[in-house]
């Protein structure tokens, strides 16, 4: 089985050690030659290029990495996909190879293209409604005459690609579901839901040292007795930060010992801006980033998870990796409702709390349910996250897709 996988994103990214190289990993273990192309951020490729290159070596994958061009805007990106056409043309003509595994729109030009014109499987990997996001992010700004035509480029291939692809993977069920009522005549059975998978083996409480938690909060100046909320990941389009910080001064009035834990890449003068902006004291709070391998450690230093996500159109199709990180490490979630499955899961497996909106009423609502009802089955949580996000499950779901596109049972 021979497999080449296209991804815009980097594998030096976040997500690409978090989420792309565990499920290719698993996959290359089952039997796939696979191969990678992706577009590397030239600072986070000299950071990080060693550590992928060991990871990509041990686990019997090939990786061809492109450098990712920033400007001009548009025409940088039309470059870019000159540049991976080119190269997976190459690559698939050398090495016979069977199916293309595209992540995301951009790739899935290559996919496309290349099904009719070589031959390849196509499974179209959508990540979200990408070009919605972009809209309702504010990146593609409708009244731009440039942007809108982009915007319905893309929106007449999402139909395209999801009528002539072989597979489609989904993120969520809610996005699954939104999907047929488009009336394009799909067979329900090609849409997989295959929602970001957390590693449920490396995420997992008893495999951190005992001393980790009160080793991290002293490293941090965290008393042992404080109440840690924490959040992880960038802080910036989606994530809803002002919210964040008007639910925790609520909650942070009523138990003054308690903390703010934020694990992020970002630029820490964003967050203390938007503190100040909510009335939060700077002092309450902890800015940090985490390498990926200390995490686990990380997370067991708090007591309950927190964030907030921008609920609009697009995110019907999204799946927050840091959830299910959360719920592997027995963590209690506090978040909002109507992105993806997200509010599903929380109340399935009894992992937290879902406010229904970001008003004071609300919040105020939440967190006497928190205290009323603290979730004390912790192992329950971690079992939601090895059901609903396990990357075993994970991989073997990718690989009954690997095979239902070649035509195998």
């Given at each position: ?71 001009p805007p548009v025409l940088s990106t039309m470059y870019d996909i ?307 996000y396990g990357l075993k499950n994970g991989v073997e779901n990718y ?11």
């Amino acid at each position: 089985m021979n497999v080449l996988f296209l991804s815009y994103d980097g594998l030096t990214d976040p997500l690409g050690q978090s989420q792309i190289l565990p499920y290719l990993s698993g996959l290359s273990a089952k039997g796939a030659k696979i191969q990678i192309i992706s577009f590397e951020k030239p600072e986070r490729f000299e950071k990080h290029q060693s550590i992928i290159k060991k990871i990509i070596a041990d686990n019997n994958l090939v990786w061809h990495p492109l450098q990712y061009t920033k400007r001009p805007p548009v025409l940088s990106t039309m470059y870019d996909i000159w540049k991976m056409k080119t190269l997976a043309q190459q690559i698939i003509t050398e090495n016979n190879i069977q199916i293309l595994h595209c992540r995301s729109y951009l790739s899935a030009i290559i996919g496309n293209w290349a099904k009719k014109k070589l031959g390849t499987k196509f499974i179209f990997d959508m990540r979200g409604f990408y070009a919605d996001e972009r809209v309702e992010g504010k990146i593609w700004r409708l009244e731009n005459p440039v942007y809108k035509s982009i915007y319905n480029f893309f929106k007449r291939k999402e139909k395209q690609w999801l009528k002539e692809c072989d597979q489609i993977i989904s993120l969520t069920f809610a996005g699954k579901k939104e999907m047929l009522t488009w009336n394009l005549q799909i067979d329900e059975s090609k849409i997989n839901v295959i929602p970001c998978c957390v590693d449920i083996d490396f995420f997992d409480r008893k495999k951190v040292e005992n001393s980790a938690r009160q080793q991290i909060r002293t490293e941090l100046n965290i008393a042992a007795n404080d109440i840690v909320f924490i959040y992880t990941g960038g802080i910036g389009t989606w994530y809803c930060l002002d919210e964040m910080m008007q639910f925790f001064k609520v909650y942070q009035s009523k138990f003054t010992n308690s903390k703010f834990l934020i694990l992020t890449t970002e630029n820490p003068s964003v967050i203390f801006a938007a503190a100040a902006k909510n009335k939060v004291a700077k002092e309450l709070l902890r800015v940090t980033e985490s390498p990926r391998n200390r995490m686990p450690a990380y997370l067991t230093a708090a007591d309950i998870a927190l964030f907030f996500i921008l609920p609009s159109y697009s995110k019907t199709a999204s799946s927050p990796t840091k959830q299910g990180e959360m719920m592997a490490m027995q963590l209690p979630i506090v978040c909002n409702d109507n992105v993806g499955d997200t509010g599903f899961v929380i109340r399935k497996y009894n992992a937290g709390w879902v406010v229904e909106n970001f008003s004071e009423v609300e919040f105020e609502k939440t967190i006497t349910a928190i205290v009323a009802n603290p979730i004390s089955e912790l192992e329950t949580i971690r079992h939601g996250a090895d059901e609903f996000y396990g990357l075993k499950n994970g991989v073997e779901n990718y690989w009954n897709v690997y095979k239902k596109s070649l035509g195998q049972k």
